[in-house]
């Protein structure tokens, strides 16, 4: 395994500006408890350039170390749907990356790149679900959607829907109002 001040100097400006930016909005959503901050991401190209599914991994860990302080093969399995075979998997190549500390038949913990990377995804799906059951979207539908639009949607409109989403909970009468014409329509549709 190489060093990790010498995976560190390989790290592409790219990447430390986005990484920076991240840690940046994480401290924000901890100083605001949550409500103000958006997640940063760059369009098409995550940080290190990782896969969805390594990004849902990430905020997977994210979940369960939160409640747990670290996270077993089988939490995480039990959490995404998968076989704990194909937990180990991810788990190694995550560790690979310098993203978790990864011991076998210990589980896992998040380091300080990876709980930055399982915060962000995890900040951006509860700001897409939210938005979701807002317009009325089944909870069961809005989760599912989340999960494929953490992916998909540009930073900026992230923090649109973030910003609309803080709107509607200052302004308690827009958003009824918004409700009531959201259940009509759907209520019209069936």
Known sequence: MVPKHIRQAFLSTKYQIVYQLGSFFAMQH???GGKHSIPVRNRGCTVKHLSRKAEDYLEAIYRVTRTKGYARTKDVAHELGVRPSTVVE???KLHSFGLIEYRRYEGVVLLPEGESIG????????TLKEFLLLLKVPETVAEKD???MEHEL???TIQQIRALLDCFGSDTEAAETLKRHLTAAR????
């Not at 915060?119 to 509860?126: A, G, P, T």
């Not at 209520?187 to 069936?190: N, P």
């Open 154 to 156: 540009h930073p900026e």
């Open 187 to 190: 209520l019209s549709r069936t």
């Open 30 to 32: 901890r100083h605001h």
């Open 90 to 92: 991810m788990f190694r």
């Open 119 to 126: 915060r962000s995804v995890h900040l951006r799906h509860e």
């Open 146 to 148: 989340a999960c494929f």
